[in-house]
């Protein structure tokens, strides 16, 4: 019953690295989305997607990509890690089939430093 | 100005008081989530709500749609509810992407 899983938990970058943020969900949800929390601040939307090979921009988009080409995975590339994009980052999944109540699941997050 | 906006955005109370969060929004919405993250966790969704009233355990929500505005009631508070509790939106037609108030932070001092 794993849910929403996140790797790393952890991870310190030098500027203009890159990296990809993993996040798998096995509850065959078909909207997935990534977010980023700073401090004081409420949680931004990077990219969501709304399923397999369908993915949009949401508020933050800039400096990240996104691709969803399976149902169950949904990862988040930095390319050219920047100091700005020092953040804790959550990936989180719902699904629309049946009854419309139902919250997002969340994963624990990543805590990303850019040095 | 946030279109979805918390009060406090701090609070600290002694185990056993009733606690009050609001949530006050300024846009159409579908549904309305209260959240829950505990220091260096993960963030865990306590109720949605469209209308109404919903109680689970100690924990009581309300929604008054026509004033665009929340609570979250905490009754008989113990220092396990320390955590910061986070309100969002839905806004009608929005693939369900999420609006977020900044959070409130509450420590219950036992």
């Known amino acids: 019953n794993a849910g929403v899983t996140q790797t790393p938990k952890f991870r310190i970058l030098k500027i203009g690295q890159s990296m990809t943020l993993q996040c798998t969900q096995d509850?065959?949800?078909?909207?997935m989305y990534w977010y980023r929390q700073d401090p004081g601040m409420g949680l931004k939307l990077i990219y969501y997607?709304?399923?397999?090979?369908?993915?949009d921009k949401g508020e933050v988009p800039n400096g990240y990509n996104v691709s969803r080409s399976t149902t169950e995975d949904f990862p988040l590339r930095l390319e050219l890690a920047a100091p700005s994009q020092t953040s804790v980052y959550f990936c989180?999944?719902?699904?629309?089939?049946?009854?419309?109540?139902?919250?997002?699941?969340f994963g624990d997050g990543t805590r990303l430093s850019i040095l | 100005k946030n279109e979805v906006e918390q009060s406090p955005q701090n609070l600290t109370a002694q185990e056993g008081e009733f606690i009050t969060i609001n949530c006050s929004y300024s846009?159409?919405?579908?549904?309305l989530h209260w959240l829950q993250q505990h220091p260096g966790g993960g963030i865990v969704s306590l109720f949605m709500?469209?209308?109404g009233k919903k109680k689970h355990g100690r924990l009581i929500a309300t929604i008054n749609i026509q004033e665009k505005h929340s609570s979250l009631h905490i009754t008989a508070s113990h220092p396990r509810d320390s955590a910061v509790y986070i309100c969002?939106?839905?806004?009608?037609?929005?693939?369900?992407?999420?609006?977020f108030g900044t959070g409130t932070r509450l420590t219950i001092i036992p």
């Open positions: 989180a999944s719902f699904s629309v089939a049946g009854a419309r109540n139902q919250p997002q699941h």
């Open positions: 509850m065959n949800h078909n909207y």
């Open positions: 997607s709304v399923g397999a090979g369908i993915t």
């Open positions: 846009v159409g919405i579908s549904a």
């Open positions: 709500l469209s209308s």
């Open positions: 969002a939106v839905n806004k009608p037609f929005g693939n369900e992407k999420l609006t």
